[in-house]
């Protein structure tokens, strides 16, 4: 007789099984291009014997973009898990209720009004980003957070930065504007490795923080009666863990661009996997990464000749998707 997996048991499959398909990702993204490598080359240059064209393929060319998108879906998907999870609405993710927007507009401003790149432009989406969910916080507050006025109050926010952001677009130069449109798309075409840098010590921390939080976060989907119940100040717990979100979202977003719906799909696909209605966040990294390096792959490679951004693949899967939970939604 079979036995069912349940628990910590099935999240640690689970989370396995997601990482085999992230290694097969990271081979195909490193080997294919214009000068092909068999998986054997690519393991060498990972591991340090590699040969000059594979070092130089890897470390200098694709390397830097793959790990972009792996750390961007890693933390796309913590973000949307934390935020889903503590306003307990499933389509409560940083996308909808406007911080994705918001941290777009203030990383937009940076470049067309400052020309700012790089750690600047880093530091200028995170501080945007964190000042936009302060505002969607103060008005969506009445006596605690609750989801739907978040979410209505985030589509809100979410429409006027797009209105800032339409008008910056027609301020700045051409160049500027081009430079602008290809970020707000979601793009890894040209990531920064300093950038991507900055992320990775970023991520680290601030996952480090989520799976600290992580039991008050199982809490609270509980309920905030009985979270108070169990001697925890729900307030309290979760401004921490959203600020913890925003922080993901906006680094995430200040290295690609706005990649849209990864954040959306990776916690439910991931609750939905381990089941038991558990808030597991290193499945919903796993999946967030795989979600936006397949189709990264499929943004490089679809369209012989044109290497379209990520977002719009993200955004062919994800749109249809909101538009489900919305129409089952009451």
């Not at 993204?29 to 130089?56: K, M, N, R, W, Y």
């Not at 490089?300 to 990520?310: C, D, E, H, K, N």
């Amino acid at each position: 007789m079979r036995t069912r997996l349940v628990g910590p048991r099935r999240e640690l499959v689970v989370l396995g099984s997601v990482l085999v398909v992230l290694v097969a990702l990271v081979l195909v993204g490193l080997g294919v291009g214009e000068i092909p490598l068999a998986p054997g080359q690519v393991v060498a240059a990972l591991v340090g014997h590699g040969d000059t064209v594979s070092d130089f393929v890897i470390g200098q060319l694709r390397g830097p973009r793959t790990l972009a998108a792996l750390l961007v879906g890693a933390s796309l998907g913590v973000a949307g898990a934390i935020v889903q999870s503590v306003v307990r609405n499933p389509i409560a993710s940083p996308d909808v209720i406007g911080v994705t927007a918001g941290a777009s507009t203030s990383g937009l401003t940076a470049i067309v009004l400052f020309g700012a790149s790089g750690a600047a432009l880093f530091t200028t989406v995170v501080v945007g980003a964190l000042v936009v969910a302060a505002v969607i916080g103060a008005l969506a507050w009445r006596r605690g957070i609750t989801g739907n006025r978040v979410v209505l109050v985030g589509i809100g926010v979410a429409a006027m930065a797009l209105s800032v952001t339409g008008w910056l677009l027609t301020s700045g130069s051409v160049q500027q504007a081009g430079t602008a449109l290809l970020w707000l798309s979601g793009s890894l075409n040209a990531v920064d490795s300093g950038v991507v840098a900055l992320l990775g010590i970023a991520f680290v921390v601030l996952m480090v923080a989520a799976l600290v939080q992580s039991p008050r976060l199982t809490v609270l989907t509980l309920g905030d009666d009985v979270a108070s119940a169990l001697g925890l100040r729900p307030d309290r717990a979760k401004v921490l863990l959203l600020v913890t979100a925003v922080c993901l979202t906006a680094a995430a977003v200040a290295t690609a661009g706005p990649v849209a719906f990864v954040a959306l799909m990776a916690a439910p696909i991931a609750r939905r996997l381990v089941g038991g209605g558990r808030v597991a966040l290193g499945p919903a990294a796993a999946i967030g990464a795989a979600i936006t390096l397949s189709s990264d792959l499929v943004a490089q490679f679809a369209i012989p000749g044109t290497a379209l951004p990520v977002g719009v693949v993200t955004g062919v899967v994800g749109a249809p998707y909101l538009l489900w939970l919305l129409a089952r939604g009451r």
